[in-house]
């Protein structure tokens, strides 16, 4: 073989060699589900989400937001699934 030809394959299997390894490096990762509940500690409309968070850690749950059900903003508590 020719001293060009040589480099040439020697290109391609090393971009060949790139491309699958970067293909092993990526991974996919499956989201999380959350699962919501109405917080039974929660008084009055749900205004703000960080007071609903509040309400919904001392309920056990790591998070809570407001959502708008039926024109009434309540607070749910969130936890993964």
Do not use: D, W, Y
């Given at each position: 073989?020719?001293?060009?030809?040589?480099?040439?394959?020697?290109?391609v299997?090393?971009f060949?060699?790139?491309?699958?390894?970067?293909?092993?490096?990526?991974t996919?990762?499956?989201?999380?589900?959350?699962?919501?509940s109405?917080?039974?500690r929660?008084?009055?409309?749900?205004?703000?989400?960080?007071?609903?968070a509040h309400?919904?850690?001392?309920?056990g749950?790591?998070?809570?937001?407001?959502?708008?059900r039926?024109?009434?903003?309540k607070?749910?508590?969130?936890?993964?699934?």
């Amino acid at each position: 073989m020719a001293p060009t030809s040589r480099r040439m394959v020697a290109s391609v299997l090393f971009f060949l060699l790139l491309l699958v390894a970067s293909e092993m490096g990526t991974t996919r990762v499956a989201e999380a589900r959350h699962c919501v509940s109405q917080s039974h500690r929660f008084k009055g409309r749900c205004m703000s989400s960080s007071n609903c968070a509040h309400v919904c850690m001392t309920e056990g749950f790591p998070s809570g937001e407001c959502i708008s059900r039926f024109f009434r903003r309540k607070c749910f508590c969130k936890k993964v699934c």
